[in-house]
């Protein structure tokens, strides 16, 4: 069975770090560019950071860049994402989640996801 | 980035009846493939996002029938032909075209009246 699982997430102090961890299973990790996702409370969802599998090539949101760092090691079937200086408005649920239906083209979005980790920035 | 815009955000539906929901993007969606890169993802209370469609109107596995994608350029219908309770839950349009990024609508809360 195809499985992502996050962990990680906590509450932390705004100006914090966190680096949250999403384990793979099921299927080749090391097969498949990767994404985080989050969704603010009663919000909707926002594409956070991608990891090409054939590149190394990262891509982050703006609200994130220079703050968040997104890395895989395919040898232990994970993809972590380290945040820094967070913000509140860094609060959400952190998903990580990945294309594999229709060949894993990539533009069709992302049909495999975890059960989320919570991220509470607060003082 | 690509602005998707979903009408109408809230969608109370008696049970059994049809539902539609609107998603128009600021650019057209149409790639230099030729494929219109439109995803839909239902997201039920509690859960993560499933996605149901992609490529406008390809349904994933798993998908009840009843859903349907249609549309072309920059407007896009996702219909339910009749809503069932487990279809309780937010529904979001996404664009892959012009990844990266990808860009979500806000969502439309489908609820039963």
């Known amino acids: 069975e195809v499985q992502l699982v996050e962990s990680g997430g906590g509450l932390v102090q705004p100006g914090g770090s966190l680096r949250l961890a999403c384990a793979a299973s099921g299927f080749s990790f090391s097969s498949y560019d990767m994404n985080w996702v989050r969704q603010a409370p009663g919000k909707g969802l926002e594409c956070v950071s991608y990891?090409?599998?054939?590149?190394?090539?990262?891509v982050y949101a703006d609200s994130v860049k220079g703050r968040f760092t997104i890395s895989r090691d395919n040898a232990k079937n994970s993809l972590y994402l380290q945040m820094n200086s967070l913000r509140d408005e860094d609060t959400a649920v952190y998903y990580c989640?990945?294309?594999?239906?229709?060949?894993?083209?990539?533009?069709?979005?992302?049909?495999?996801w975890g059960q989320g980790t919570t991220v509470t920035v607060s003082s | 980035d690509v602005v998707m815009t979903q009408s109408p955000l809230s969608l109370p539906v008696t049970l059994g009846q049809p539902a539609s929901i609107s998603c128009r993007s600021s650019q057209s969606l149409v790639y230099s493939d030729g494929n219109t890169y439109l995803s839909w993802f239902q997201q039920r209370p509690g859960q993560s996002p499933r996605r149901l469609i992609y490529?406008?109107?390809n349904r994933d596995s798993g998908v009840p029938v009843r859903f349907s994608g249609s549309g072309s350029g920059t407007d896009f219908t996702l219909k339910i032909s009749r809503v069932e309770a487990e279809d309780v839950g937010v529904y979001y349009c996404?664009?892959?075209?012009?990844?990266?990024?990808?860009?979500f609508g806000q969502g439309t809360k489908l609820e039963i009246k």
């Open positions: 490529k406008v109107s």
């Open positions: 990891i090409s599998v054939t590149t190394g090539a990262t």
């Open positions: 989640a990945f294309t594999v239906g229709d060949g894993g083209i990539i533009r069709n979005g992302m049909d495999v």
């Open positions: 996404m664009q892959g075209t012009h990844w990266p990024p990808y860009t």
